[in-house]
């Protein structure tokens, strides 16, 4: 008897969560059966729209692609052509100034030390003649007060 009271209890029990299982699925079924046919018409309207933006942006990554390998074609052969615009520049300046300073050299050795030379001689032939014309100034000490000494003017 105790066991039939258990299992008839039990059967009461089960059918009453039964029905109220059933009326929650009713419930589900009822709220969710539009929302789900609603998501079916947007995925059936969208879809296609969804594979057009995916095929526009795979068009669009691989020309924006191309175009960064062209621009970075471009930048890298500037950038070769700027350095050798830059050693051309630097073999030039090179070649200026050596030249600068062999024509320097040469007008040093063609014009400066003649013009020295000769000077020289000037002074000794204009101190030989004061002496022999003028050697009366000399014992009195004063031919020398306003001319500067010959080794300094050839220092400077």
């Known amino acids: 008897m105790l066991q039939a009271g258990i299992l008839l209890a ?11 299982v059933e009326a929650i699925a ?3 079924k009822a709220k969710m059966l539009p ?3 609603q998501t079916q018409v947007f995925l059936t309207e969208i879809g296609p729209k ?3 933006i995916a095929d526009n942006l795979q068009d669009s990554t691989t020309l924006l692609r191309d175009q960064v390998l062209r621009v970075d074609a471009t930048v890298k052969d500037a950038m070769d052509r700027g350095r050798l615009q830059i050693i051309r520049a630097d073999e030039l300046v090179t070649r200026t100034l050596d030249r600068v300073e062999e ?3 040469m007008v040093h050795q063609t014009v400066i030390s003649p013009v020295r030379r000769l000077s020289g001689l000037v002074q000794g032939l204009t101190v030989g003649l004061e002496f ?3 050697g009366r100034g000399r014992r009195n000490g004063n031919s020398r007060e306003g001319r500067p000494v010959p ?3 050839m220092f400077i």
């Open 103 to 105: 024509t320097s050299d």
């Open 132 to 134: 022999l014309f003028g």
């Open 10 to 20: 039990m059967y009461l029990a089960m059918r009453n969560s039964a029905s109220r």
């Open 26 to 28: 009713a419930d589900v």
């Open 50 to 52: 969804l594979h057009v």
């Open 35 to 37: 929302t789900l046919e």
């Open 151 to 153: 080794q300094d003017e």
